[in-house]
Nanobody, 123 residues
Framework: QVQLVESGGGLVQAGESLRLSCVAS????????MGWYRRAPGQQRELVAD???????NYGDSVKGRFTISRENAKNTVYLQMNSLKPEDTAVYYC?????????????????WGQGTQVTVSS
C-alpha cells in the first residue's frame, strides 16, 4: 500500500499565496502521474493540476496562470504553489498518485489518495 500525506493548507486572504506538499511512502515501485484535486462544499471534485514523471503538466482552467505544480521524483513528493488566491479557491485539496505494478502481461494500475488539506481564502 502507498500512503499520501498532504501539508501546507490554511487560511489566507485573497491575493495571498500558499504552497501545498504531498509526500508518498510505502510500497512505491515508480509513481507515474501525481496531482492535486479539490472539492468545494456542495460541488464535485475537480482536477487542479497534475504532472507526469517526466514533468509534463496539466492544469484546470480556473487555476491556469496562478498555480504551479512540480515534483521531486527522488523524494516521491509533489508540490502545488498557489498564487493570487481567490475566495473561490476555497476547498479541500487532495493529493493523488498512481503507479503500475506487475509484469507487462499482467500489469495492474493502482490509484492512491491523500486525506486532504483544507484551503480557505477570505475576501
Amino acid at each position: 500500500q502507498v500512503q499520501l500525506v498532504e501539508s501546507g493548507g490554511g487560511l489566507v486572504q485573497a491575493g495571498e499565496s500558499l504552497r501545498l506538499s504531498c509526500v508518498a511512502s510505502g510500497r512505491i515501485v515508480g509513481l507515474n502521474k501525481m496531482g492535486w484535486y479539490r472539492r468545494a462544499p456542495g460541488q464535485q471534485r475537480e482536477l487542479v493540476a497534475d504532472i507526469t514523471r517526466g514533468g509534463f503538466t496539466n492544469y484546470g482552467d480556473s487555476v491556469k496562470g496562478r498555480f504551479t505544480i512540480s515534483r521531486e521524483n527522488a523524494k516521491n513528493t509533489v508540490y502545488l504553489q498557489m498564487n493570487s488566491l481567490k475566495p473561490e479557491d476555497t476547498a479541500v485539496y487532495y493529493c493523488n498518485a498512481d503507479q503500475e505494478i506487475g509484469p507487462v502481461e499482467a500489469v495492474r494500475k493502482f490509484d492512491y489518495w491523500g486525506q486532504g488539506t483544507q484551503v480557505t481564502v477570505s475576501s
